[in-house]
């Protein structure tokens, strides 16, 4: 039983370290990100190979393409073609581990708006130290470039004599490319700070970041504004309430590709309770959709935005604004935005068909429908002529647009098919647009069969590549939806084939355009 003891100690010890490793604790690759850049991109490449179909990289047009381009080099030896097509083949032989997400970083900052100094890069985990080496030291060699190693970090300048430097830097878990625009020197000095710093100093000392950045999505997307600098320094926008509530906040998302979809969710992390109180005090005039109003939208609607407000906070959070309480002191103005109290619809079905104007309509619940006479007051001397009791057209040439009140609902359109829906016509209209739009701050939707049809009307007789490339592309997507609350929103793209991962059928697309418009080397 002694004897067993410290075998039990030691396993004990062991799952412990392994939680702990699991938890972050050990040395993780992400750990180098820097925690002041504005906007942080994480791409999982082996779960989009996967689903582009193109793992196989001898099936796939665009290597054998790239492969003859390599045959045709002249600077290029026998065995550099050979070790650069076994790169294309397998990417893992250039050391790096692509079977773990790939970071991009971007930072403004600096005090002039107008010139601001940018700097980011590419993170890489690092799978296999010897073949990175192996391929640094045959870059060097073509390049004239030196490794200089310090601490188990190993960084390779790079640009020294532009405007733009950079340097790749590496040790035995993580790769990284950085580049900054203005440097005045300290660049080195600033990526091996980036390597030494621990997790707590990185972007992931953020809880609700690193959560996000855990997740298996295909893209994470990270954007901080509170190091926003290039907003904060604008001496128009910095002054603006929204500026304090962005300076705690971030937003954070995914993106990723599934059977006939794209589906994106993103949410809004705040640093502190008072930041998300402040957010939320801000934007009080925002409120949840009824989604009454999609009854009078028509379904061959091609575009539409709706969402839901308080008009009345609207028009105080504008008010105080710098800038905007001086435009607001007509008094009318604030009768009118007063007035609406609910869903707000503005949709677009197409254009007339001569082409002069859009058939659209805008559609608000009201509170009050004395409104209306506000606003036919506000515009005495236009040619507008009353036609029934809470009803008017505006006509100039062949324009006319027709407005007014029907029960709570204020009306501005040029679509008769909308004009008859309220008036109690029954016809085929949007409802099928509930799930996303009750209960909802706001919501957008997007028929791309309506933007070919209106592509294929402007185009006309022109029957260019040009206009070949976008019916072709637009083919392949059905609708978008984009919706959410205040906790946040999600954007879907579906797309035409729903039976195939969207992430091929783009794939698939762009392969197909670039055999048919982008010639080969040789027919050029």
Known sequence: ??????????????????????????????????????????????SLMEKSGSCDAAQNPLF?????????????????????????????????????????????????????????????PVGDKAKLDALIARVNEKSGTETVTENGVSVVKIGEESAESGVCAYNDIACMLFFRTNPCGGIEAKVR?????????????????????????????????????????????????????????????????EKGSVVC????????????????????????QTGDLLRYVPANTIGTVSYGL??????????????????????????????FNGDCVISFSGITADGRYPIGSVLAQVKDPVVLQTIVTSLAGMPIQQTAEGEYLFSMGDISVLFGVKGNVFYCTTDAAVKSALDGVDFESLASLDRIVKGKSGTFYLDF?????????????????????????????????????????????????????????????????IRQYVPETGDL
């Open 1 to 46: 039983m002694k004897n067993l003891l410290p075998i039990i100690k030691s396993a004990c010890l062991a799952a412990v370290a392994v939680l702990i490793v699991s938890c972050g604790g050990g040395a993780d690759y992400r750990n180098v990100l820097p925690a002041d850049s504005f906007m942080t991109v994480s791409v999982n490449a082996a």
């Open 64 to 124: 054998n393409r790239l492969k003859a381009e390599l045959d045709k080099a002249e600077n290029l030896s026998a065995e550099e073609t050979e070790y650069l097509l076994s790169l294309l083949e397998n990417p893992a032989e250039s050391g790096l581990d692509l079977k773990k997400d790939l970071f991009l970083f971007m930072s403004m900052g600096g005090a002039d708006i107008n010139n601001p100094e940018v700097s980011g890069g590419v993170l890489f």
């Open 193 to 257: 700070e980036l390597f030494a710093q621990k997790q707590d100093q990185s972007l992931m000392g953020n809880k609700a970041i690193a959560a996000q950045l855990a997740g298996q999505n295909d893209v994470n997307v990270v954007m901080s504004y509170a190091n926003a600098s290039f907003l904060t320094n604008n001496p128009m926008l910095s002054t603006m309430p929204m500026m304090d509530i962005l300076k705690g906040s971030a937003m954070i998302g995914s993106l990723n590709f």
């Open 265 to 288: 969710n993103a949410t809004m992390a705040y640093k502190d309770k008072e930041s998300e109180k402040k957010a939320m005090e801000y934007y009080a005039y925002v409120k949840p």
């Open 310 to 339: 308080d008009g009345e906070k609207l028009y105080a959070m504008l008010a105080a604004m710098p800038g905007y309480g001086m435009m607001l002191t007509n008094p009318m103005i604030k009768q009118v935005m007063d007035a």
């Open 449 to 513: 069969k309506g933007v070919n049809a209106l592509v294929a009307q402007f185009a006309g007789a022109n029957d260019t590549p040009q206009v070949e490339v976008v019916f072709s592309i637009l083919g392949i997507f059905d609708n978008m939806e984009a919706y959410g609350t205040m906790e946040g929103g999600t954007f879907v793209v579906n797309m035409t084939d729903k039976e195939q991962n969207a992430f091929k059928t783009i794939c698939d697309k762009t392969g197909e355009l």
